[in-house]
């Protein structure tokens, strides 16, 4: 096995370790600390913070909250989610009537808390599930305003590499109002998010293998910590191998990477009997 990383350190985080609860109306696996559950030792991974792979019954949900002071997206995997915020106005982006957004597969929503914001994340559906990642991270300042973003990423390119979905907005954490308007992503296609931080996902095919550039040459901090999740898709006939490394990770796990630095390549192979979606976040 070749190791292009060996300078890396790479640590499995099992399914079996993350947190989890069923409530019924959600199944719910936690990767770091959540709610009411907490683990010293997964607390955070640089300004990652949060990444909890929900199950929503049909007619159930999150109903109205609200957050301040963190960058939230929801990776929608199968089934359908609707969204309501307090910011959401008739003709605002994706507003598919006057006061919701229905997402789906493929689609992304992200969300800055910052000084306050209310939303909803139900599914209204009368019979499907809803499986989605809820991701959070930890912006670069405090106080930020108020945003919202939703975004569909195409499933064919997602085929073909790892596909961004989050990069740094242009402008950094000194942005300009004009920026901070013009809400420009480092990376064209992608979502802005106010942290040095960067999300892309793939679907790899098995035996197939793909290569992650660290850092996507859009992030300011050369020192990287890389996240991969394997979501549970496949009801457990996808796996996948880190830098050629022994250990193999299955459906649920993830892996903290380490000593890396931007431009260092990643490879990430897929072992099982069926394709393998892996989300990958890169962070400082």
């Not at 499995?12 to 959600?26: E, M, N, V």
């Not at 300004?47 to 909890?52: F, K």
Request: glycine share 8%; hydrophobic share 35%; net charge negative.
């Amino acid at each position: 096995m070749s190791k292009a990383l060996s300078h890396a350190k790479i640590t499995p985080h099992r399914s079996a370790t993350r947190g989890h609860s069923d409530h019924g109306w959600l199944n719910t696996y936690h990767s770091f600390s959540f709610a009411d559950w907490f683990n010293p030792n997964f607390t955070h991974f640089g300004s990652l913070r949060v990444l909890n792979e929900d199950r929503v019954a049909p007619n159930s949900g999150f109903p109205t909250h609200p957050h301040r002071d963190f960058e939230i997206f929801s990776y929608i995997i199968s089934g359908e989610l609707t969204h309501r915020d307090s910011m959401l106005k008739k003709g605002a982006e994706g507003a598919q009537s006057d006061k919701f957004f229905r997402m789906h597969r493929g689609d992304v929503q992200f969300t800055t808390g910052g000084t306050g914001i209310a939303h909803s994340e139900y599914n209204e559906h009368n019979r499907d599930t809803v499986h989605f990642l809820q991701i959070w991270a930890i912006p670069w300042k405090r106080g930020l305003t108020p945003r919202y973003h939703t975004r569909n990423f195409d499933e064919e390119k997602k085929r073909l590499g790892f596909v961004p979905i989050l990069s740094p907005l242009k402008g950094g954490p000194e942005a300009t109002h004009q920026q901070e308007q013009a809400a420009e992503p480092t990376i064209d296609g992608t979502i802005p998010i106010h942290a040095d931080f960067v999300m892309s996902a793939g679907i790899i095919a098995p035996q197939k293998k793909f290569e992650w550039v660290v850092g996507a040459n859009a992030t300011e901090n050369t020192k990287r910590k890389v996240y991969i999740h394997l979501p549970m898709t496949k009801k457990g006939k996808a796996s996948i191998r880190l830098d050629g490394r022994e250990d193999v990770y299955s459906e649920g796990d993830g892996a903290f990477i380490d000593d890396v630095r931007a431009g260092d390549k990643l490879s990430v192979e897929s072992l099982g009997e069926a394709e393998a979606e892996v989300v990958l976040l890169d962070t400082a």
